[in-house]
T-cell receptor, first 114, second 113 residues
Framework: AQSVTQPDIHITVSEGASLELRCNYSYGATPYLFWYVQSPGQGLQLLLK??????LVQGIKGFEAEFKRSQSSFNLRKPSVHWSDAAEYFC????????????FGKGTKLSVKP | DSGVTQTPKHLITATGQRVTLRCSPR?????VYWYQQSLDQGLQFLIQYYNGEERAKGNILERFSAQQFPDLHSELNLSSLELGDSALYFCASSVGHNTGELFFGEGSRLTVL
């Protein structure tokens, strides 16, 4: 069965420091992979997505993610974190080749220290 | 602002009751999705409608039902409510039935007492 694991429940980084949020998935075929961000009291917003092709994908707000098939991973990175990046981040995989019926990880809450 | 509108934002009700959550998708979007977010289960896909027709079904209980109307707004009906149904219910929309980007509303927070 498809699943998504985000091993880090909560991460704290200093403003200006680099960030990497981990995501591992379980899926039989080439997956559709997504990262969404949820700010407090808000709905989810798509940061980036991977369907095929270049394994390094660029997203909004300076985020990028790299698909590594051999490691079943899709880690999210940002070279320099801003205080406004504090939020909860969700990795997701599309079910059965779908791009809307998603299985989400449990999320990683990011806190940013001044 | 994603363009997806959900009402009500907050709802408190008692066990055994029935509630209806409403969603207006972004203008032009034909697909509507419902997700449930709870502390123990996380985010779970419930159901998808595309242009009025049910397209996919996830972990939706039999006590729950949904529909999409000709004007493309959608309603999620939750009946015989239990304490465990307390959660944040999100609606999302997308242009097509499989287009890769969902636009989420701010959610309806349901509290069952």
């Amino acid at each position: 069965a498809q699943s998504v694991t985000q091993p880090d429940i909560h991460i704290t980084v200093s403003e200006g420091a680099s960030l990497e949020l981990r995501c591992n998935y379980s899926y039989g075929a080439t997956p559709y992979l997504f990262w969404y961000v949820q700010s407090p009291g808000q709905g989810l917003q798509l940061l980036l997505k991977y369907f095929s092709g270049d394994t390094l994908v660029q997203g909004i707000k300076g985020f990028e993610a790299e698909f590594k098939r051999s490691q079943s991973s899709f880690n999210l990175r940002k070279p320099s974190v801003h205080w406004s990046d504090a939020a909860e981040y969700f990795c997701a995989v599309g079910v059965g080749g779908s791009q809307g019926n998603l299985i989400f990880g449990k999320g990683t809450k990011l806190s940013v220290k001044p | 602002d994603s363009g997806v509108t959900q009402t009500p934002k907050h709802l408190i009700t008692a066990t055994g009751q029935r509630v209806t959550l409403r969603c207006s998708p972004r203008s032009g979007d034909l697909s509507v999705y419902w997700y449930q977010q709870s502390l123990d289960q996380g985010l779970q896909f419930l159901i998808q409608y595309y242009n009025g027709e049910e397209r996919a079904k996830g972990n939706i209980l039999e006590r729950f039902s949904a529909q999409q109307f000709p004007d493309l707004h959608s309603e999620l009906n939750l009946s015989s409510l239990e304490l465990g149904d307390s959660a944040l219910y999100f609606c999302a929309s997308s242009v097509g039935h499989n287009t890769g980007e969902l636009f989420f509303g701010e959610g309806s927070r349901l509290t069952v007492l």
